[in-house]
């Protein structure tokens, strides 16, 4: 089976990682910030930005190596559903990140990345406020989308066992 190459899934997985660990600290901030011992919303911040980054590398790279070709088993409708779910998915990796920088521009807190300071938009409340429920809105949106996507990789391992996710693993010897 052709594999996507590995620095593309280098990156699906690094990216991967990384929202689940931003999702978990919007979603249980106070027992993380707890057992973290420092600000979830903060370490949300820095890797959500981090995200937005490793998309834009992600996206330059995906468009100079194509995705392997699909099984020819795969039917119309099946490959018109994970193409829209993969766009849709790249999507909210850059929309989200904007979304809670213009956010986060009209809160009263400066911005960090990892200790670096960023710089602020000069957005009023009103607008911090618009893309703050976008923002929320947007990310339960991701959570959905990538439920969806994480339940079409385990269909195909242990329901129509065809090993696609083989496609997204470095090739082992
Ligand atoms: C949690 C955050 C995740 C994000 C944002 C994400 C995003 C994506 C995107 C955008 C693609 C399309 C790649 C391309 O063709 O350009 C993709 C492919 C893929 N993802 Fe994920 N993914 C995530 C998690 C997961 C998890 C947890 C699994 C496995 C359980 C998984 C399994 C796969 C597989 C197997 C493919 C390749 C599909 C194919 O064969 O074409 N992903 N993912
Ligand atoms: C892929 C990237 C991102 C995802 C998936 C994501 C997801 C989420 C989710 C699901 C929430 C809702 C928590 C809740 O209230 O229930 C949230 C809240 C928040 N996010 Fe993000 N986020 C991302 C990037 C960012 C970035 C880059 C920033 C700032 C620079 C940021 C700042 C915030 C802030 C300040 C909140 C709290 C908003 C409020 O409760 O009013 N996020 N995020």
Do not use: C, N
């Not at 052709?2 to 999702?23: K, M, N």
């Not at 949300?44 to 100079?64: A, D, E, P, Q, Y």
């Not at 849709?88 to 990140?97: I, K, Q, S």
């Not at 923002?135 to 994480?150: R, T």
């Amino acid at each position: 089976m052709e594999r996507y190459h590995p620095v593309s899934a280098g990156l699906h997985w690094l990216t991967a990682t990384l929202v689940i660990a931003l999702i978990a600290l919007a979603l249980f901030d106070q027992p993380l910030e707890k057992a973290l011992g420092t600000s979830s919303i903060r370490l949300h911040k820095s890797l959500g930005m981090t995200v937005f980054g490793l998309t834009l590398l992600r996206i330059l790279w995906r468009l100079r190596h194509r995705a392997p070709p699909l099984p020819e088993s795969t039917g119309r409708m099946q490959r018109a559903a994970a193409w829209a779910v993969h766009l849709l998915l790249y999507g909210f990796l850059l929309g989200l990140p904007l979304l809670g920088y213009v956010l986060s521009s009209g809160g009263p807190y400066p911005m960090h990345w990892f200790g670096i300071a960023v710089a602020k938009l000069p957005v009023s409340k009103s607008v911090g406020d618009a893309a703050a429920a976008l923002h929320v809105w947007g990310g339960y949106a991701m959570i959905a989308l990538l439920a969806m996507h994480i339940a079409a990789a385990l269909h195909h391992q242990f329901v129509v066992r065809d090993r696609l996710i083989l496609r997204m693993l470095p090739a082992i010897r």
